[in-house]
Structure formats: structure tokens, C-alpha cells
């Protein structure tokens, strides 16, 4: 299945003044993929001070950038593979691209070396690693050769020489624009988010949907009626919907035919309910038995920082809901432990985002106490506060005080939740490191919120 030329703007790479922009874990996979697949390339390498050494060590020989990125820069290059992290809309990047310089990237490398492969890509503000996850695991049990990958935690390239029946691919809203040809797009939910990459949130709505220009068979959430809307003009499929696979009586429910009790579904919440539906439908629309492949969800093991029960200690239930990085999840994260006591911990990297939408629906769903911390957290309390709420809040500063006033307020035997509503970058690097975190503060080992299965070909 690989082997397709190295392209980038209908061109070969080779021959061409290459820059590899960025340098985690997708950069290091493009500059491998280069010098298997095109030895006789030298690109140049830009990434930050603090990684210069482990370039050289990575790539010796290759010229070794840092410091002010300039359009100047940047325009020298006749192509440039950037990393998902990078903002597509810096203004020295669109300036080089003004000048002629083609920006390409891994996913889109990747897709231009697989133009036969059969690629389930799925999207979503939330919900889209879980529903990746499902799908894959569902492929699996009926013995299709998938490959799960992607924003999940494995970059495409690093699987460049595998062959397999089926491709999972989850994408962020960094990502889609980047996608091949597929034969099926998959988009789970559309919330407000990464304004700060995206500029805007119609660039955000924008970049998000683009995937499913490139797909053959689209697949939306039957609630949404902003995508239903967006996409009226074309076919698609629904799941959540009593036509197709749903949710109905403690069930889920293929039509009329009740398939798997909830009860038996190893993940808390009506959301995480419906995105297995959006993994089954997603399943039959690729051709394959659904129907027979649904007991295997009750195998399923979740990923981590999605609702992830980490266990009892000094008395009290800890769940670290760490991916959560909108309001609208930390109201999904409340609404699938109703009738349990629970403190929830909200607040992060502050991105500007709306917190009316949860305070108005916080109200209602009564948390035992609410503690706010990190960059935003000032915003919320005061938000919170403003609005009359009547419960308990505590406003702190770190995650470490949101814990320890969690532990002294909350009553024995109440779920303390992680489920911030807001990016880590005020404290952690990413959102798995502040859940990893968060675990040892709860008295866990920081390895028992950190493996996700099933990545890769299985």
C-alpha cells in the first residue's frame, strides 16, 4: 500500500529547499519518513532553543533553526511540513504562502502515499478519540486488520509501511484540512474551541467541517441541527436517530431492535452512549456487521482522561475527566453522574471562551461543590457568583489547592471530578500531563492515568 512519492503541491519534495517545522513526536516521524524515503533531501529543521541539541542529536547534518520566525524565513523555503501545533494562520506563514511557498504536513504527506487506503476519519469538538477508539476495537472483534491513528496519539507516518483492511483516523480541527480523499467522515460534535489557532469560530466551524469535503459518505449526529443544517444539501446518514442505531430504554437500539444494555457499555454518560452509536453506524456504513460486532463494546476499555474512574481513596471516588476543555463536556461530565454527590474541579488556560452556557446549567445539576482554579478560574467564580449560584465554590489558584480544598470540603464518600472545561497550557504541557498529575494528587500512581490501548494495527 505505500510507496507513493513524497508530494507536496502536485510536485516531488526532492530537489526542493525543505523546512520541517516543529519538532515533537509528528516532526521527528516526518524527518524519519524523509531520510527513508528521500535520502538525497537536506531539510532544515525550525523549532525552539531549548530543542536545538536534540535535533542535532535526531538529524545530524541538518541545518538547525531557532529564534524569530519571520516571513523572510519562512518564504526562503519552497516547502514547508508544519506540525499540528503550529497555527496555520500566522501571519508570517500566510505571508510565505503569499510568496509561494507551499505548506504541506504529516497527515497530508501520508495521505498522498495511501490513495488506495480505505480511511474512516473522525472529527469532533468532543467525543471523536472515544468514537475512533470504539470503532477500531469494534472492526477488531469481527477480525478486520485496522489501524487506529492520528491525533488519538499515533502520527500517520510513524505507521508508513503497514498495510491493513481499515484505517481509524481521528483528526483535530488542526488536521482536517489536511485529509485525502476517504471514504467516510465521521463528525461528532461541533462546540466553540482553539480560537486561538483558528483566528475566529467561523474559521474554527470552518476548518472542522473542510473534512467532509473529502469524504465519500458523511455521517453527523442526528441532535445537531447546526451540522444538519450546514450539511442539508447532501446526503448523509444520522446516528442517534430511531431510523438508524440509537439510544432507547436503557439500550441501545439498532431500529427497532434493542442491541446491548447500557448497563453492560464500560463508560459512564448519555454522550458516550450515543458516540458508540456513531461508531456502529460509522461500522455498517464501511460494509461491515454491526449488529454482530455490538457485544464487543462491553470489552472496550476507556481511554484515559475521559471520565476515567481512577478509584477510592482517603475516602472519597476519583474520576480525572482531564481531556474535558469546553464547558459544554464538563456539563456532559455532571449530567452522567447524576444522583452521585460530586465536587467538581473547573478552570485552566484561558481562551476566552463563553462559561454562561454552564452557569446557567450548573444551576440545575447541583454539584456538591464546585472549585474553580487556574488561569480562568477567577472568571468562572465571578461568573458563577454573579448568576446567584447557591452551592459551595472555592476559588484557588493551582490544581494542587483544587485538590487539597476538594479533599477538605467534600463530604466522605463524594466523586471528586476532574473536568476542567479549559486547555492545561497554564500549568501543564498538555492535557494528559495535568490528568497524570492530578492522579498522584489523588493518591494514584501517575502510570494508571496514562495508557491508551489499541493504538497502531491490530
Avoid at 51 to 60: I, T, Y
Avoid at 201 to 209: F, M
Avoid at 334 to 348: F, M, N, T
Amino acid at each position: 500500500m505505500a510507496g507513493g512519492v513524497l508530494t507536496a503541491g502536485g510536485r516531488p519534495l526532492t530537489g526542493r529547499r525543505v523546512l520541517v517545522w516543529g519538532f515533537g513526536r509528528e516532526g521527528r516521524a516526518v524527518l524519519d519518513l524523509l531520510r527513508r524515503q528521500a535520502p538525497t533531501l537536506q531539510p532544515a529543521v525550525l523549532c525552539s532553543e531549548s530543542e536545538v541539541v536534540a535535533v542535532q542529536a535526531f538529524a545530524p547534518g541538518l541545518e538547525v533553526l531557532s529564534g524569530a520566525v519571520t516571513a523572510d524565513l519562512l518564504a526562503s523555503y519552497e516547502v514547508i511540513i508544519k506540525s499540528p501545533g503550529i497555527s496555520a494562520y500566522i501571519p508570517a506563514l500566510l505571508e510565505a504562502q503569499r510568496r509561494g511557498s507551499v505548506l504541506t504536513s504529516g497527515t497530508a504527506l501520508w495521505f498522498g502515499r495511501h490513495p488506495e487506503a480505505r480511511v474512516v476519519a473522525v472529527t469532533g469538538t468532543k467525543g471523536k478519540s472515544t468514537t475512533s477508539a470504539m470503532l477500531a476495537h469494534l472492526a477488531r472483534a469481527l477480525g478486520v486488520a485496522t489501524v487506529l491513528a492520528g491525533n488519538i496519539g499515533l502520527p500517520l507516518l510513524e505507521l508508513d509501511d503497514l498495510e491493513a483492511e481499515l484505517w481509524v483516523l481521528e483528526l483535530s480541527s488542526f488536521q482536517t484540512r489536511e485529509a485525502g480523499p476517504l471514504e467516510l467522515a465521521v463528525i461528532v460534535s461541533l462546540y466553540e474551541e482553539h480560537l486561538d489557532w483558528h483566528g475566529s469560530r467561523q474559521r474554527y466551524v470552518d476548518d472542522k467541517l473542510a473534512l467532509a469535503d473529502q469524504a465519500r459518505q458523511l455521517l453527523l449526529p442526528a441532535s445537531s441541527a447546526v451540522l444538519q443544517q450546514r450539511f442539508s444539501g447532501r446526503a448523509v446518514t444520522s446516528f442517534g436517530q430511531s431510523e438508524g442505531w440509537h439510544i432507547r430504554d436503557g439500550a441501545i437500539w439498532r431500529s427497532g431492535q434493542p442491541v446491548l444494555e447500557l448497563a453492560l457499555l464500560p463508560l459512564q454518560g448519555l454522550h458516550n452512549a450515543l458516540n458508540a452509536c456513531a461508531a456502529l453506524t460509522a461500522l455498517e456504513m464501511m460494509g461491515y456487521d454491526a449488529v454482530a460486532a455490538a457485544p464487543a463494546l462491553a470489552d472496550f476499555h476507556p481511554l484515559p482522561h475521559r471520565l476515567q474512574r481512577l478509584g477510592r481513596s482517603d475516602g472519597f471516588d476519583w474520576i480525572n475527566d482531564s481531556i474535558c476543555t469546553t464547558p459544554e463536556a464538563t456539563l456532559a461530565a455532571l449530567q452522567s453522574l447524576q444522583g452521585q454527590p460530586v465536587s467538581v474541579i473547573v478552570g485552566g488556560y484561558d481562551r476566552g471562551l463563553d462559561w454562561s452556557h454552564f452557569v446557567i446549567e450548573v444551576m440545575g445539576l447541583a454539584p456538591e461543590l464546585i472549585v474553580t482554579q487556574g488561569a480562568n478560574g477567577p472568571r468562572i467564580a465571578a461568573a458563577l457568583r454573579e448568576a446567584g449560584y447557591p452551592g459551595p465554590l472555592s476559588s484557588v489558584d493551582t490544581l494542587d489547592q483544587a485538590v487539597a480544598a476538594a479533599r477538605r470540603l467534600s463530604r466522605p464518600g463524594t466523586c471528586i471530578l476532574l473536568s476542567p472545561g479549559a486547555p492545561s497550557f497554564d500549568q501543564f504541557v498538555d492535557y494528559a500531563a495535568r490528568g497524570r498529575h492530578f492522579a498522584q494528587l489523588a493518591g494514584f500512581t501517575a502510570k494508571s492515568a496514562s495508557l491508551i490501548e489499541g493504538l497502531g494495527l491490530s
